[in-house]
């Protein structure tokens, strides 16, 4: 069992930076992928980027390539989404999420946080 928070998220203007993080406790998170997705009121939650074990591949949507980056940190149990130039139309409630292999599938990942709200403004 794996317990995710996350944390980070708050409201940035257009063009701005923020830095989501999903700490673990439990289970080590380093036995498991990580993903970050994100839902917008009356959307269905949709993949912004996955990282492997070991941190050796990640995937991105083509959304989020080119500006967000994800990264691990398996000595402190935490996986990062750095996102730079924000747009309104990344607002939405980001979830981190752990499986076994990496998938852009989020019925397929067993553990999840309860999200962080990011808000970009125009």
């Known amino acids: 069992q794996v317990q995710l928070v996350e944390s980070g998220g708050g409201l940035v203007q257009t063009g701005g930076s923020l830095t989501l993080s999903c700490a673990a406790s439990g289970r080590t998170l380093s036995l498991y992928s990580v993903g970050w997705f994100r839902q917008a009121p009356g959307k269905e939650r949709e993949f912004v980027a996955g990282?492997?074990?070991?941190?050796?591949?990640?995937e991105y949507a083509d959304s989020s390539k080119d500006r967000f980056t994800i990264s691990r940190d398996n000595a402190k149990n935490t996986v990062f989404l750095q996102t730079n130039s924000l747009k309104p139309e990344d607002t939405a409630v980001y979830y981190c999420?752990?499986?076994?292999?990496?998938?852009?599938?989020?019925?397929?990942?067993?553990?999840w946080g309860q999200g962080t709200q990011v808000t970009v403004s125009s």
């Open positions: 999420a752990a499986t076994d292999s990496l998938t852009r599938t989020a019925a397929l990942y067993k553990y």
């Open positions: 990282i492997t074990q070991s941190g050796g591949s990640t």
